[in-house]
Nanobody, 120 residues
Framework: QVQLVESGGGLVQAGGSLRLSCAAS????????MGWYRQAPGKERELVAQ???????NYIDSVKGRFTIARDSAKNTVYLQMDSLKPEDTAVYYC??????????????WGQGTQVTVSP
């Protein structure tokens, strides 16, 4: 079994910052790509940022220069540093981690979601 636990969401004023964390634990053989998605009310879930197992990152255009994704492989944790937040960043944020288990089975695991609300 693998578990993901997210933390770090909350309410912040426009221009502020938040840092999201997502830690994986359990029967983990290896971790591949790690990423953050978000879903705003009435909208589809979208990929915000992703980091590969070798540290290659990519971002959607709307967050480039404001958000930074990072990973700590020793802690099986992925972070999303969000600066210069805007009201349009308001959404539920989900981490997604591609994990190969000790039984050599690979799945994408999802965090429980954390609310990020940015007030004008």
């Amino acid at each position: 079994q693998v578990q993901l636990v997210e933390s770090g969401g909350g309410l912040v004023q426009a221009g502020g910052s938040l840092r999201l964390s997502c830690a994986a634990s359990g029967s983990i053989r290896s971790i591949n790509a790690m990423g953050w998605y978000r879903q705003a009310p009435g909208k589809e879930r979208e990929l915000v940022a992703q980091i590969s197992d070798i540290g290659t990152t990519n971002y959607i255009d709307s967050v480039k220069g404001r958000f930074t994704i990072a990973r700590d492989s020793a802690k099986n944790t992925v972070y999303l540093q969000m600066d210069s937040l805007k009201p349009e960043d308001t959404a539920v944020y989900y981490c997604a981690i591609d994990i190969t288990s000790l039984l050599r089975r690979s799945y994408r695991y999802w965090g429980q979601g954390t609310q990020v609300t940015v007030s004008p």
